[in-house]
């Protein structure tokens, strides 16, 4: 896999140097708002050592995401294949996850353009979804942003949340190729 950039922004492998920004961001209130729970740093780390491995096998998975003026690990964004039990699986998401302070400068939706365009290309993919809690309105608007539709007759409650949690119901996005392409 070769990195990938954007005007702004560097879509790479993971570092080092990345294990404790990315525990801090997976610990903060504020981005885990839209998420079941915190994770901790051993939780997190295990996240990184599982993401490389998917980027070396299938040559993509979530980059890591740094900001190219500063060389600023600000979080990550790129396409996964989940393990999940639910009706649109087996497919490729799309996802990102950024620090706060990143928020609000249009870096998800930029790193996003950038995954798709690897998605449709490079990896020869003819669809990719994306899926979050109901509640999560931002990702919603990167999500339309991109291009990508959402048909409520879609929607689920997430197999790994209880019923009854506040996050259980889950809105998918998704977008083929073809509507890249136009």
């Not at 009854?164 to 998704?174: I, S």
Request: with cysteine; hydrophobic share 40%.
């Amino acid at each position: 896999m070769s990195d990938l950039t954007t005007e702004r922004l560097l879509l790479r492998q993971w570092k080092d140097s990345d294990y404790e920004p990315f525990a801090a961001l997976n610990s903060d209130p504020a981005v885990v708002e839209h998420f079941a729970r915190s994770l901790t740093r051993a939780e997190s780390d295990e996240l990184i050592d599982r993401v490389k491995v998917s980027i070396e096998k299938r040559g993509f998975g979530f980059w890591a995401v740094e900001v190219r003026e500063t060389g600023r690990f600000i979080g990550f964004t790129g396409l996964s294949v989940p393990i999940l039990d639910a009706p649109f699986v087996p497919c490729v998401e799309i996802g990102w996850r950024l620090a706060k302070d990143a928020w609000g400068n249009g870096y998800a939706t930029e790193a996003a353009r950038a995954s798709l365009a690897y998605g449709f290309g490079e990896a020869g993919l003819d669809e990719v979804v994306s899926f979050t809690a109901t509640t999560n309105k931002p990702s919603q608007r990167v999500m339309e942003r991109l291009g990508m539709t959402h048909d409520e007759a879609d929607d689920f409650d997430h197999p790994r949340l209880p019923a009854g949690h506040r996050l259980q119901r889950h809105v998918l996005y998704r977008i083929t190729r073809a509507q890249w392409e136009a």
